[in-house]
């Protein structure tokens, strides 16, 4: 308060006649931040050629499986963030413990094989 006048907010207005202070309270609005967001081309693409090879396998066996790699290869092209483990499939729909398993298995015979996975090269992000 200074002299019968509340300062609050940029600009103080004394009305003349009034025994009332009339503050302004059209504050600058601060710059509105966008949020950046991250758009996934092909987000599990590792998982995703994993599959489609064992899906290819069970219909050329014509296994009964070939039905759950489809649902799970379905399943895996709908979900728009990276996975990194096959225990992460598991929130998906037509995921099982055996694929989940198979997953687990193949990604430590890909790391045997190529070393560590480079994540970056996997999960393509759009521009």
Known sequence: VNNG??????????????????????????????????????????????????????????????????????SLRLFPLPLYRGADCKVLSGFGDKICQQIERRMEKHIQEFGPIDWEEYHQVSS
């Open 5 to 74: 006048a509340l300062v609050i907010g940029v600009q103080v207005v004394q009305v003349s006649n009034s025994p009332y202070t009339t503050v302004n309270m059209s504050l600058q609005t601060p710059p509105k931040k966008k949020r950046i967001k991250r758009v996934y081309r092909h987000p599990n693409s590792l998982f995703e050629k994993w599959l489609q090879e064992w899906y290819d396998e069970a219909k050329a066996r014509e296994s009964q499986m070939k039905f759950n790699y489809a649902r799970a290869i379905k």
